[in-house]
């Protein structure tokens, strides 16, 4: 049996994807040990891909098509990274302010006194050097006023 899942680029048209290939996959009687088997690869990214926070190969999606018995386009949608619900680059930034975000605090207050650095007022540059990225935040600073 040859089913070819039917599929459209929504995230909700992409969770039903995800549930039908886990259905399917249970229907099959495969474990993630079996279906990473059949692939050549490991189970927790054959959990991964059907979490939709993998990206499948074209070759691995022909494998896990055929492990599962759809249709190979059925999968198109799992070939393009997925924007992950904690994106490593975002994740990180979030981290640099975290770490970082007390001591810069701090410095305004010493250097502007009560107030705020503008996320409205702002201009982001971004740019590499070598195998560095530079991200400068020229930002206005926003006094707290009396009233």
Excluded: C
């Amino acid at each position: 049996m040859n089913t070819q899942i039917t599929t459209t680029p929504t995230a909700v048209l992409l969770d039903e994807l995800l549930e039908d290939l886990r259905a399917r996959r249970r229907e099959r009687g495969l474990s993630l040990n079996a279906l990473a088997e059949a692939i050549g690869k490991s189970p927790i990214y054959v959990g991964a891909v059907l979490s939709g926070q993998a990206t499948l190969t074209n070759e691995t999606a022909k494998k896990f098509a055929e492990a599962l018995g759809i249709d190979e386009s059925s999968l198109a949608p799992l070939t393009t990274p997925p924007v992950r619900n904690s994106d490593p680059l975002v994740y990180r930034l979030h981290e640099l302010v975290d770490v970082y975000g007390d001591a810069i605090r701090e410095w305004t207050f010493e250097t502007f006194g009560d107030g705020i650095l503008s996320a409205i007022d702002l201009r982001i540059h971004v740019e590499r050097k070598g195998e560095r990225a530079i991200i400068t935040l020229d930002s206005k600073f926003l006094p707290y006023k009396e009233f």
